[in-house]
């Protein structure tokens, strides 16, 4: 007997369209290799076209599975507590909460096990996020806060990852782009079908 394969929900289908929407743009859109760099620079930051163009990409492609898991954290946490959600205090507690609740990753990944026991598994895009951060916090570069005490941990992640790291600059192939792509659409997947499961539980 065949299994039915699992629907998912609009907004994840959205999210997913999103990606390949991204990811096709920036297709379109790809510098050459052989351009000419900015004649400006920042210092110690790259100005290689192609550079900001991989690194703007995959900085939307991971924030999208990120909203994605943020946002429907909350609205299946939402839908589990609509009983309580009375009294002004409890609505109070409750915005703070959730607001701390998708800052980061990891706290993602304790409220999904503590709301609605749900394992977030997002393994596979890590090296992507530290990338993301890199770049949405550094330019390019690994922060201070990224190296910390221990700087070869984070190069050593990345680059078993596939993401290269030439000094503190990180430096992102169209590869590392359709790697970065599956692995938030696969993300997707997983958590659209673990809270309908969770949901449909109930």
Not at 110 to 139: M, P, S
Request: glycine share 4%; aromatic share 4%.
């Amino acid at each position: 007997m065949s299994t039915l394969e699992p629907v998912l929900s609009e907004r994840a289908e959205a999210a997913c369209r999103l990606i390949s929407q991204t990811l096709a743009l920036h297709q379109a859109n790809n510098v050459n290799d052989d351009q000419e760099e900015p004649q400006r620079r920042l210092p110690g930051r790259s100005n290689d076209l192609e550079q900001i163009q991989l690194q703007t990409t995959l900085l939307r492609l991971v924030s999208i599975a990120e909203w994605f898991c943020g946002d429907t954290l909350i609205k299946h946490a939402e839908e589990s507590m609509s009983d309580s959600r009375e009294s002004r205090t409890f609505e109070s507690i409750w915005r703070e909460a959730s607001a701390s609740a998708t800052m980061t990753w990891e706290l993602q990944a304790k409220y999904y096990k503590e709301w609605l026991e749900i394992t977030l598994n997002w393994t596979a895009i890590k090296h992507y996020v530290d990338a993301r951060n890199a770049i949405a916090h550094g330019l390019g570069e690994l922060t201070r806060k990224q190296l910390g005490k221990n700087p070869s941990s984070i190069k050593t992640r990345l680059n078993n990852g596939g993401v290269a790291v030439s000094g503190n600059s990180v430096r992102l192939t169209k590869t590392n782009l359709h790697d970065a792509a599956t692995a938030c659409k696969e993300l997707i997947r997983n958590v659209d079908i673990l809270t309908q499961d969770h949901q449909s539980s109930r």
